[in-house]
């Protein structure tokens, strides 16, 4: 059988999830014999957040417009004009998000029946937007995909409830040996930026956002600090393209209530923001422990790399987490609860467990990104097998 030729494409060029996904799978595609390329929009004009072994375009992007919805109709206008110029021609379009699936829907209503082409539509989550624009580039998306992927279960089982739609899951991966190697140098040049060694680190990864629970885990990192006092929170990335500014006054104002008490918080509270891909697996290293409560996922990755890590992993008790997450490698928690969460955070300090470390590990080695792409694959050939059968009968 050919070498496939696939367009992969997403709406950014920073590392958040659907991002780091399309980057991972473009490469193990790639060291599969795929020809591959990842379309990614770039508006900071500072290229991708990590070298490619796969083929990258990079698509200019304007400056952000002043809402969401702008930002999404505007940036879905820019991909399909670049894509009119380049005339790209590929066996398969997958589109991670749905900022760049409307993108592609549009470029298929542009050319026309005739020169149609499959469109994959993975699903990282089912958003619940209030934006009837937004819901509708959402629904669109969806709908309007030749092929429907969603990274877990539990994100196939929303989106057939929602729309009706039969996703397969396709899972996520990590590396565990980026996790086990860790560059000396960028480990040192960490320990000393944060001042590593004063007391536990508790991770959190994902921004301030409604979905990550950043404010549970702010409120039970309060608790855990009547016990360790010198403990520190570090909030990594916060990439995204929504806006989360109510939330955001939310989490500030929950950290000014307790900046008053003799055990103030804010100066224990790191916000690390977007790093280095270079430098993660460093701050893993650093960290005594993940915690990563979330209300709402569609796979939970951080969750996975902390495994690699071979990081103690605080995680809520809920599906899609309880996928692949159990309390054999795990301390699972009720994500509503600040004390159950503070709870698990302290299990996980006081009680080390190198059984459940090595569970962990053993858990992420199980998902490998060559594993993902061969399930993507068996997709990908069925797919172009019934547009050659369609091609033939037309």
């Not at 957040?49 to 919805?69: D, E, G, I, N, W």
Request: proline share 5%; hydrophobic share 45%.
């Amino acid at each position: 059988m050919t070498s496939l030729s696939i367009g992969l494409f997403t709406y950014s060029t920073v590392p958040r999830g659907s991002v780091v996904h399309t980057a991972n799978l473009a490469d193990a595609l790639h060291d599969a014999g795929c020809d591959v390329t990842v379309y990614a929009l770039d508006k900071e004009r500072r290229g991708f957040f990590r070298p490619l072994r796969a083929r990258l375009c990079l698509v200019p992007a304007s400056s952000t417009p002043s809402t969401t919805a702008e930002l999404v109709r505007t940036r879905a206008v820019e991909l399909v004009d670049h894509l009119a110029r380049l005339a790209p021609a590929h066996d398969v379009y997958h589109a991670e998000d749905c900022l760049t699936a409307n993108g592609l829907d549009r470029l298929r209503a542009r050319l026309g029946p005739a020169h149609a082409f499959p469109l994959v539509r993975t699903v990282h989550h089912v958003e619940a937007f209030s934006d009837e624009y937004l819901a509708d580039c959402q629904s669109r998306s969806i709908l309007g995909a030749s092929l429907c992927l969603a990274v877990s279960k539990a994100s196939a089982r929303d989106v057939l409830h929602e729309f009706g739609v039969r996703a397969v899951p396709v899972t996520n991966g990590v590396h565990v040996e980026r996790f086990a190697r860790v560059d000396p140098r960028r480990l040192a040049a960490w320990t000393q930026k944060m001042y590593a060694g004063s007391g536990p680190v508790i991770l959190a990864v994902g921004g301030v956002e409604e979905r990550k629970n950043t404010l549970g885990t702010l409120r039970a990192f309060a608790r855990v600090r009547e016990q360790y006092p010198t403990a520190r929170l570090w909030i990594l990335g916060g990439a995204t393209v929504l806006d989360h500014g109510a939330y955001r006054a939310a989490f500030d104002q929950e950290l000014a209530k307790h900046c008053a008490s003799p055990m103030s918080l804010r100066a224990s509270v790191t916000e690390l923001g977007v790093v280095d891909d270079e430098d993660v697996p460093a701050i893993f290293r650093l960290a005594s422990v993940l915690a990563f409560p979330s209300l709402h996922e569609g796979f939970g990755l951080a969750a996975l790399e902390g495994l690699a890590a071979r990081l103690p992993v605080i995680a809520s008790r809920r599906a899609p987490l309880t996928e692949f997450l159990d309390e054999s490698c795990a301390v699972l928690v009720d994500p509503e609860s600040d004390a159950d969460i503070a709870r698990g955070i302290v299990e996980a300090l006081r009680k080390p467990s190198r059984s459940r470390g090595d569970a962990g590990e053993l858990r992420a080695r199980s998902h490998s990104w060559s594993r993902v792409a061969a399930l993507h694959l068996e997709h990908y050939r069925g797919l172009r097998a019934s547009r050659i059968d369609e091609v033939h009968h037309a």
